[in-house]
Nanobody, 126 residues
Framework: QVQLVESGGGPVQAGGSLRLSCAAS????????MAWFRQAPGKAREGVAT??????PVYGDSAKGRFTVSRDNANTLYLQINNLKPEDTAMYYC?????????????????????WGQGTQVTVSS
């Protein structure tokens, strides 16, 4: 059973930085694609960044420039967020799914991911 556990969220002032982590256990598929999504109250879940088994990132439009996604060999996923803005306030979720051509065509579609963490809250104050 794959389990994803996020950490690193919290309250931060605008302009600050955070590094979110997602530890994946029992990841039997070494070709797993992983992703970060976020969801603000009253809004749909939004794709932030994805990364495949080769370390190739894809960023959502709102994440370009201030967000950096990475992963290590132990299947831990990271999201570095710099120059945080109040509009970045959201619950951030880690997701994972075996890589496939179907997933690569729509890497920001949350419906394509089977495994999800519980989320870590990021709150940015102005």
């Amino acid at each position: 059973q794959v389990q994803l556990v996020e950490s690193g969220g919290g309250p931060v002032q605008a302009g600050g930085s955070l590094r979110l982590s997602c530890a994946a256990s029992a990841m039997t598929d070494s070709l797993a694609c992983m992703a970060w999504f976020r969801q603000a109250p009253g809004k749909a879940r939004e794709g932030v960044a994805t990364i495949d088994s080769g370390g190739n990132p894809v960023y959502g439009d709102s994440a370009k420039g201030r967000f950096t996604v990475s992963r290590d060999n132990a299947n831990t996923l990271y999201l570095q967020i710099n120059n945080l803005k109040p509009e970045d306030t959201a619950m951030y979720y880690c997701a994972a799914q075996p890589c496939s051509s179907l997933l690569r065509r729509a890497p920001m579609d949350p419906e394509k991911y089977s495994y999800w963490g519980q989320g870590t809250q990021v709150t940015v104050s102005s």
